[in-house]
């Protein structure tokens, strides 16, 4: 085994133990803590999360960043360095543990596709055994936005240990570790800020999608899916929505934009109104009525609002059963796809519908999906075949080919009869 160089840790002999963990509170302003690995608070985590909270973060994103800096702080335990003391040489080491460890294991069916492999119906790779680079990409931005908040708070540690991108501004804090909504990105990577492929929005082809809705085993599923399809809703806008925000009449459903907190009314389809309202009739009497009350619920007893969660499963149901591996996000892009492909829909009507701030996020949906792209070629392909593009019929009798060849480019082809 090759010894590593003076001063450089050998990340791969190291073992982080899954130790401290994540709690949720009950208290709506402290939502979640984060606990070490003897039980007690780590209030400088505490504290950055109280911010992120007066600064109108959501519990699910609090969640998030609680789950990131407890990966970091279990790093830090393992090499017993302490947070207000990392370096440059930490956050290297952090980012290359980050992209060599593999994964908790979790419990598996034994028909469940390899880690990593590419579904044959869909073309989408199931997640692999190490953390994706977007994954990375966001425990970097978290860390780095936590000692952003305390360098500004506290003015220690003096040198946050994950650097702002050159040129990037760094005076004021950043809530959010995510690109921007244009899906811009600084000019020059940050270092240790993995890099991402972007990868084209995948969408559900027509017939995929038939056979999908044919599987549905209730009117609830149906009604849910056939929102999203023709809404565009993200997942958690649409299972938010409550019963005095749908308005048959106009044909729209409200729901609380994820980013901007504000309320939008959106078009649906007439055929997701008369699936609602059939899935309505079989729950009349059974789950509460009322404008604030949710629209969907969960089927069996005790009813409770339909979770997350329990929308993802009832995808998971139908993937099994078709051997596919499609999920509630595609829905979305597919929504969005339908509605480029309309002539008589603006870019900007898109933009508006799908809640972007900027219209360079929905351009995206602007470019061939790859199997229109293979399906263009491979009528291409068959008319070169057929001579439906065969080449010019020759010219009239008196122009020298070769003349037309040098100034067009056109292979030479006889004038003469």
């Known amino acids: 085994m090759v010894e590593p160089a003076i001063g450089v840790r050998n990340v791969a002999a190291l073992r982080v133990d899954r130790v401290g963990r994540v709690v949720e509170t009950g208290d709506p302003l402290r939502p979640f803590e984060l606990l070490d690995e003897h039980g007690v608070e780590v209030t400088a985590v505490s504290e950055f999360l109280h911010h992120m909270l007066a600064d109108d973060a959501r519990p699910t994103s609090l969640r998030s960043y609680a789950y990131e800096l407890l990966a970091w702080f279990r790093f830090l335990r393992t090499i017993g360095v302490a947070w207000d003391g990392a370096g440059r040489a930490e956050a290297r080491d952090f980012a290359l543990w980050l992209k060599t460890v593999r994964k908790p294991s ?64 760094d005076g004021r804090l950043k809530r959010s570790p995510q690109p921007d909504a244009g899906g811009r990105q ?76 504000a309320l939008q009314h959106l078009p649906a389809s007439p055929d997701a109104f008369v699936w609602l ?22 089927l069996r007893r005790p009813f409770r609002p339909l979770s997350y969660d329990a929308a993802r499963m009832v995808f998971t149901r139908v993937n099994q059963l078709l051997g596919a591996n499609w999920t509630l996000h595609d829905l979305r892009h597919t929504a969005a796809k339908r509605m480029i492909r309309d002539p008589n829909l603006t870019l900007a009507d898109v933009q508006w519908v799908l809640g972007h701030a900027h219209i360079t996020t929905t351009e ?54």
Do not use: C
């Open 106 to 169: 979790r419990p598996r069916r034994s028909d469940a596709p390899a880690p990593g492999g590419v579904n044959p119906l869909t073309g989408k790779a199931t997640p692999g055994l190490n953390y994706a680079p977007r994954t990375r990409r966001h425990a970097r931005a978290v860390i780095r936005s936590f000692y952003e908040y305390h360098r500004e708070m506290h003015g220690r540690p003096l040198v946050n240990p994950f650097p702002a991108a050159e040129g990037a501004e």
């Open 186 to 261: 600084p000019l020059q990577r940050a270092a240790y800020q993995p890099k991402e492929p972007k990868p084209a929005p995948r969408i559900i082809p027509d017939q995929a999608f038939n056979e999908l809705f044919t599987a549905l085993s209730s009117n609830r599923d149906r009604a849910l899916i056939a929102f999203y399809i023709s809404t565009a809703a993200r997942a958690s806008e649409l299972l938010g929505i409550v019963q005095g925000l749908v308005a048959p009449e106009d044909q729209t459903v409200g729901v609380i934009r994820k980013g901007s907190q």
């Open 277 to 298: 309202r059939l899935y309505q009739q079989e729950m009349h009497g059974l789950i509460p009525r009322g404008s604030s009350q949710p629209v969907w619920w969960t």
């Open 364 to 417: 995206i949906y602007t470019n061939p999906a790859p199997d229109e792209v293979v399906s263009h070629v491979l009528a291409h392909h068959e008319r070169q075949r057929s001579g439906a593009d065969a080449l010019p019929a020759p010219p009239a009798p008196g122009y020298r080919p070769e003349v037309l060849a040098a100034l067009f480019g056109t292979p030479q082809i006889s004038g003469e009869a």
